[in-house]
Structures are given as structure tokens and as C-alpha cells.
């Protein structure tokens, strides 16, 4: 999968993906190819690949040693602005005050095979996965840089790590150091990313490429609602299935950019990496800093061919392989239910109905401790709260137990309120400056997790509660973003403020480690104000994220449509609520919102006592059928089938050899709706038999050439044919192969 040739040529490939990159005639690095698989290649091939006629006139030369040659249109594996290239770079290192213009050439390589999975910071693993670590000097600024390549045999990806070490006599600081650049010859692409807000997070949002630079980031101490680190450069004529799309995933959960830049060739250089902006590491003699890593995806096949590739990468290489294996409980949250009014026999009582419905597992969510009856109060005093449990929070689990359901707790581990008494004990343990006015959130501060003091208190005081109480679950919240940064703590270490995000990042994986290590079964289920926190580097950790807090079954959809581009069904629970529903007032059907919710892991998320006799028959009835093809619903392959650009309706498949099972969806009933809405399933066998939802037997061919068709019709107009009538309807196939 790694062949080198001639000490200058490297190409990392698998069956369907090269990526190639030569050393240049200055010694750096030069970047060639990354796309479909190029087979073996000689060294003929490789000479006629690298040879390059320059387009560029009266440009800056790199230097007189090596006459006509400039990095103004070069594209580079590792590119350094100011050394006659003009476009921005991926390092910027300092001295003092002085910039250093570095040219870091190529001395050496390294390989090795299997990846293991290492709990102090998020990266890909995989025991297939292979590591090609090209070592670079910058001799006058003694420096080494390494560039780490990692590929695994099933995924069309390569995982890109950059480390600079110091081993000269000076103090260095990093100011930027960018994870992964991409060259690409031309700029033929829209620009995806998945944006939002707060309650409607990833959506999807496409704009052309155009020359100058295209990004977006986030400086809010997290991944953020606003801006997810995934983009994609897609083809302008992509579809489901054709057209070539790169795309590109930072593994980390702090303030990142994410941005392409073209040049006047109309080249690209995406870059991905932690924001320059608020960053810079301090490093002295022999110490070294090492980037979170970035992943690149190519695909020629769509949208759903990305997906194969960003889903099977997310479920074998970064989220624990062992919840591939082990079942997602289905849960009943109680925050929509009660919010902060409940005592224990209230949650007992909606247990007892939740078990009775078929759930298996009852998350306590915010409320249950100090004296939090709403949301200004108690956070970081992990105590129970004895007035709603007066036998203790131990008491409760027992019950739960008891009952045969796991029991879930929610904490918002790296916040402080202003009552709690730790707070009041040492002061400085929040992130603040030491001007006077400073800004809360949600009435909350935010704990300096770059203190490693303040990190074990929060640790031990979790620990406690875990090794003293059956606990299987943790719902990890996380409500306000991080202003006026600053670190009370680095002030004390004569440590530069530069550093305080990313090594507040860091405090939050150590957290993650410890807690992991001590309680390696619990599933810890990531959430900030809903999906403020998506991304990479918690998915290493937290099988699943609570993806917003818009529960409301429509919004979901455009909300699942994004996020699924870059991250799979199992990393994502979806919650039945009621109506109408509590962010936007909307009533939607029981099955509407059901058929939403079961794909992926599913919960309940409402008041058990406000429902109908029939509406508990219709949960149980589908708790029973999700229960038979949760593994599917959880783990199948996901294909979409109608096109992103419609978003009024949406039909989605999961399937594996032996079953299909497809959700449609329209969001607005429309009057002689035109006939060109035929689903065609994805992954038919042609030569098959399939049965559709207990009846009609057809052949694939026919299945794949015509499509679902009768007796289904969706059309709202007339009353007598239509199966689908109004606003917000949904129906659900099962193919069945024979
Ligand atoms: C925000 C979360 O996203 C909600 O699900 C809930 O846990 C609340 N916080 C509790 O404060």
C-alpha cells in the first residue's frame, strides 16, 4: 500500500484511491495526485507524472541556486508562505519577534503498520492501517518537521498529522500548523459545508469556488453550532451517485479553520487545521508540538459514495469498534418530560411506562443535583439533590435496575455556576481575564480545563458518583461557548495565553481518558446545547452525539441530511417528542415522528402519562419492530435516494444483503404533484426476488429499473387514490430479499 521509488516518489494506495506525492528540485515536498487508484506505477510514469511546465511569468524565484523555479505555482505537500509563494501557508513559526521563513527539504522516510487506538488524544486506529512519516529539515533553523500519512485497506482516505520539533537552542513559537493541505490542478467545484446555528445544526450550504479563499471556522473554544469542521469540494454536476467530491475532516474538537484557497492558475489548496487566530505554542531545545489529525475522502461516485467512505471510516476507525458490536440502548429522556420539576417518584412512575413500552434505558438528565431547580445554579457540585431523591441517587438506579433498565446521568462536567462552592473556594478556576467585567452564559462559567487541578476535581468528584452508583450511561453537556479566554492558570506557569484553547481541548480529552479508563463500559454520549460539539474528536470517544436540540421530527430531517454527509446514522440518537413539539410549536403525527426518529439510534424524549392508550400501542408496536431491525437501522448501509437539492421531500434507505428498509418523507402536501417521484431502492440484487412490505414479490430488475411504485401513491390531490394526505407525511418500505 506504500511504495516508494527512488527515494523521491511516494505513493500510498489501496483498490481504489492513489495518493502521490515527489520530492521537488528544491528538496521540499511537491504534491502530484490524490484520486481513483493508479495501480503500480514505474518510474516512467512517475518522471511523466512530475514533469511540470510552469505557467507562471514574471514571478518571484525561489532562489538563484536553482534558476526558473518558484513555489508561486507549485502545489506543495507542506507549503511555507514567503518564499515566492504568496498564498497562505500551513506553518508560521517565530522567534522573538521575528518571522522565520522556513524550507524544510526532505532526509528521510519511515513505515509502519497497525495503528492502535490511543486514549489521550482523538485519532484514526486500525490494526490494516499503515504510516508513512516523511521526515523534513530546516537546517539554518534546526528544525525537523514530520509529515505522518496514514491509509487502511477499506476506506478511501488518507489521515494527514504534522509534528515540529526544536532542536536547535532557541525558544520557538508556533503560530499556525495547518493538519492536512490538498493541491488540487484545477478549481471546477462548489464549496459544501454544514452550517447553522443553535437548533438547526449542518445544514447543508454549497457556494462556487472563486479565486481568493473560501473557509469556514470557529473561534468559540468548540466545533461550534455554527460551523462544522467537515467541508467538501463537490463537482457542480454531482448527483447521488456520480461526480468526484474531496472532502475533508479535522479530528479535533476546539476552535479550527477549515479553507480553500485559489490562486490565479485557479489551483486549490484546501487546508485544514486548529485556528491561527488565538493560537500560538511556545516550544523550547528538544520539545516538539504535534497537530490533531485531518482526514481527506475522495469518491467519484456522489454523494453516496462519499458517505461510504466518511461512514465506514467514522465506525472503523474512530469511534470504539466495540459499539459496533453492542446493541444502543433505546431510551427515554427525561428533560422534554419534566425539565427541572421531578422528584423521584415521578421518574419512577415514567420508568415503570417506559419499560412497560419496550425502553431500555432511563436517562436522568439535567436537575438532579445540588439545588438545581433551573438552570443559574449547582453546576459543579456533583452531590445529589436529596430533596428530589431522598434515598439517594443509589436508591434510584437500584429501582431502575430492578425494573431491568439501564439508567443514563446527565453532567456538564467543564461548567461552574456562581453559587457552587468550588467556585467560591478558588475563583481563579474559571476561564477570566483579569479585567473586571467578564460575560456569563446561560448564568454559567466556564472551569479553566487547561488546569490539570481543575480537571482532576471534576474527575474525581464524577469518579464518586460512577464507582458508587450502577451507572451505564453519561449524557456529557456542554452550554456555553468560551469569551474573554483566558487562563488564570497559564498566567501562574508564565505559559503564553496563545496556548489556553487548545490546551483547554486537551483538558476535555484527558477527562474523556480518565474516565474511559477507570469505566471502560460506560457509553458516554456527547452534547453541547445539542450538536454544538459535532465532530471528529468527541466521536472517538462518545459513540453517539445528541445532534440538536430541535426535536421537532420536520427539522430533524434537514439536520440528519446534513450531518449524514460526513458522519454516520450510529453517531446520532433521535428522540420521539410530543406535540406540539416544544421548540416550534409543530404537531406532527406519532408515526411521522417515529419514522424519523428509528433511523439511528432511537429515544423517547416526552411526558409517558400525556399519552393515549392507542398512542402507547403505536410506540410499542414500533419499539417491537425496532428492536428486530435495530442493527440495520443502527449499522445498515445508508443511501440517499432522492436528490439534496429537494427539500420538500427526502427518501433514505439503509440496507444490508438480506433487507432494505426505506423512509420517505414530504415535508408540504402539493396539488398534482408530478410523477417523476419513483423510488429506486440502492443496492438491488437484480437477479433477487424481492418481497415489499409483506406482499407484492417483484424482481430486482424490475425494482431497480422502475422503481416502488403501486399501491403507494403519494399524491395529495385526490382523495381517492392518495395513501399520503396533508403536511408532514411519512411511510416506510421494507424490501425484503427473497
Ligand atoms: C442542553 C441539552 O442539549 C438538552 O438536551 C438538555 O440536556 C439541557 N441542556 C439540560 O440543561
Redesign the pocket.
Known sequence: MIDIENNKYFHLHNENISYLFYVMENKELGSLYFGKALGDLSIDDLTYISTYHNPSAGVVNFSPNIPNFTLADRRQEYPTYGTSDFREGAINLSRDDEYLYTDFVYESFEVKKGIARNLSFPSAYGDDGEELIIKLVDKGHELELYLSYFIFPQVSAIVRQVQIKNVGKYALTVENLQSSVLSLPNSNYDFLQLSGAWTKERHIKKRPLVQGITKVESLRGASSHQENPFIALVDKNVTNSTGEIYASNLIYSGNFVSQVQVDEWNTTRLMTGINPQQFCWKFEKDESFTSPQAVLFYTSNGYNGLMRQTHSFVKNHIVDLKWKKRKRPIVL?N??AT?FDFNEDKLLNLAKQAKALGIECFVL???WFGKRDN?RTSLGNWTVNMRKFPQGLGHFSDQLHALGLQFGL?F?PEMVSPDTEIFKKHPDWIVHHPYERYSVG?GQYVLDFANPEVVDNIYQQMAHILSNIKIDYI?W?M?RNITEAYSPYLKKQRLPQGEFFHRYIQGVYHLYEKLLRHFPDLLIEG??????RFDLGILFYSPQI?P??DSDALERLDIMQGTLLAYPLSTFSNHVSAVPNDQVKRMTSLSFRQNVACFGPLGY?LDLNKLSEKEKEEIKQEIRWYKENRNLLVNGKFDELLSLNNNNTYAWSVSSKRKQIIGFYRKLARPNEELDQYLIPSNIDLNAQYQINDHTLVSGNVLHNFGLREPYQFNAANENTAELFGDFQSYLYQLVHK
Not at 452534547?527 to 454544538?532: E, K
Request: some cysteine; aromatic content about 16%; overall charge negative.
Open positions: 429522556n428533560w422534554e425539565y438528565d439535567d436537575g438552570d446527565w456538564e446561560r449524557k453537556d452550554n452534547c453541547a446545547s445539542g450538536g454544538g445528541w440538536s436540540d424524549e
